[in-house]
């Protein structure tokens, strides 16, 4: 990759569009200014006694993103640069990048990704001096970069600025150029940026995406209907004040807002603290999710659902789902989508959230000691490397059963309790998705009570909690009362 004053490249000419993304609170989560300059302290470029102030002034910028003062300080950093020899800065560069690699969010990575697999070009477009950011743009496989550049002679800065100031106007008019010299249409390109002060670049081309937008920038955005995204997390979870959905309600989830239940939890241990990681339960209730995100919880992380289809046509409901990561299951199609889409975030370091059973049995099979699961959890696990880590869910029958459509919060002097216990990861041997299905199962039924192993009879009153309206099939056989000696799930 080469790069020049206005971005100039010695790639092949290309005319399928391109994709154009900005650098700090877009590809990177904050600011890139750190790191370089702790990079340039290390050759010996900078030294220490400007740390304290570089401290505010990135910290500012962390939180509200550009201002029109601190670009301008920017700009005169051609003039502190005059004399740096050429050769300590590019070293520099090579020693911030795998840092910089570092805190590249995930999402970016996936969206990257699909770009190069559409055949679009892709261009860092950055007012970061090119010599800093070449190395990053190198190692993440862009196909130039469109940066600011300085003067220089004889290896050395001159304290000028070599062509544009690559920032607001000055970066859309950079890659317009860059494109007409390329050949890439800006209408069939895409653009990145967090920074209200790149609405002219994002409006020349025919996708825009703001991402992470500062206020202003998501006025425009709303404005333009312009898609918002946040690159560390999924696509389609909307954040709020810097904060996603489901994070905001693991902080209500707390013991003193179910006074109609209770909850033990055991195992709270073998819930990895980070990482990626396949968090799978048995299916009894329609309140497990619920039981699972008390968990979550208590462990501090967000988990990705998958979740039938139903629930995300629902009206509200579908959409507040989606909003908290929701992956949408279609078993009827056949389709790969909803396993593709957990795969990207394992790979994000994220965590995914199902269950095997896929949907809660019904009549005697919800009393079956052996449970029955789908090989989506295993299947993962081989596409990706993550653990499979067992939950055991028991008793969320007596909180919400689907007999009914509300669960029962009128219990509040005898709550029923709720048991939930995270065993260790499941030791996968085989490639074969079945015996390998069938070790998870077990994994998840070792965690239940003794209860749960005894094969039983149930009575009629048991069955019909397990239908939709309490509605038992003529066709289902059940037992007398004094043929069950207790109804499973009670304490």
Same mark, same amino acid.
């Given at each position: ?41 290390? @050759? ?101 970069? @469109?940066? +600011? ?260 919060? +009128? ?54 909690? +397990? ?25």
């Amino acid at each position: 990759m080469q790069t020049s004053q206005n971005g100039s490249s010695s790639a092949q000419l290309s005319t399928t569009g391109a994709a154009f993304f900005d650098l700090d609170r877009t590809l990177l989560a904050g600011a890139s200014g750190p790191i370089i300059s702790d990079a340039l302290r290390r @050759v010996g470029l900078l030294s220490g006694s400007t740390s304290g102030i570089e401290s505010v002034a990135f910290g500012i910028f962390n939180l509200i993103g550009e201002t029109w003062p601190s670009m301008m300080i920017s700009r005169q950093g051609a003039r502190a640069a005059r004399g740096w020899a050429i050769e300590l800065v590019q070293e520099a560069a090579d020693i911030a990048t795998a840092q910089l690699l570092q805190s590249v969010l995930p999402f970016a990575l996936q969206e990257i990704e699909e770009h190069r697999a559409a055949g679009r070009k892709l261009v860092m477009a950055t007012t970061t001096p090119a010599d800093l950011i070449a190395p990053l743009a190198e190692a993440l496989s862009f196909d130039d970069v @469109v940066a +600011t550049r300085y003067g220089h002679s004889g290896g050395h800065y001159d304290g000028t600025i070599d062509g544009e100031f690559v920032w607001g106007k000055g970066k859309a008019r950079a890659v317009r150029q860059w494109a007409q010299s390329h050949q890439v249409d800006l209408d069939e390109s895409y653009a990145y940026s967090d920074s209200y002060y790149d609405v002219p670049l994002l409006s020349q081309v025919g996708n825009p995406r703001a991402v992470n937008p500062d206020p202003r920038m998501f006025a425009q955005a709303t404005i333009r209907r312009w898609p918002v995204m946040h690159f560390d997390v999924p696509p389609g979870v909307p954040k709020f004040a810097g904060i996603e959905p489901q994070r905001l309600l693991l902080l209500l989830a707390q013991p003193q807002l179910f006074p109609w239940v209770r909850f033990g939890i055991d195992g709270l241990e073998n819930l990895p603290t980070d990482g990626p990681a396949i968090l799978v339960g048995n299916h009894r209730s329609y309140f497990d999710p619920l039981a699972i995100s008390f968990l979550l919880a208590r462990g501090g992380r967000p988990a990705r659902f998958l979740g039938k289809k139903e629930v995300f046509d629902a009206p509200l409901v579908g959409d507040v789902v989606t909003a908290l990561g929701g992956i949408r299951v279609d078993r009827g199609t056949g389709s790969d989508a909803p396993l593709r889409a957990a795969e990207d975030a394992l790979e994000a370091g994220e965590m995914v959230a199902l269950m095997p059973q896929g949907t809660i049995p019904r009549g005697p099979a919800f009393f079956h000691p052996e449970l029955q699961g789908r090989w989506g959890a295993v299947r993962l696990a081989q596409a990706t490397g993550a653990p499979i880590i067992p939950i055991g869910l028991w008793g969320t029958e007596q909180v919400w059963p689907r007999s009914s459509r509300f669960p029962d919060v +009128t219990q509040v002097l005898r709550p029923p309790k709720v048991h939930i216990t995270v065993g260790a990861p499941v030791e996968l041997g085989t490639d074969d998705l079945d015996s390998e299905t069938k070790r998870v199962m077990s994994a998840i039924s070792a965690l239940l009570p003794e209860e749960s192993r005894s094969l039983r009879s149930p009575s009629q009153d048991d069955l019909a909690r +397990t239908y939709p309206g309490g509605v038992v099939p003529d066709d289902v056989e059940w037992a007398s009362d004094h043929e069950t000696d207790r109804r499973p799930g009670t304490d």
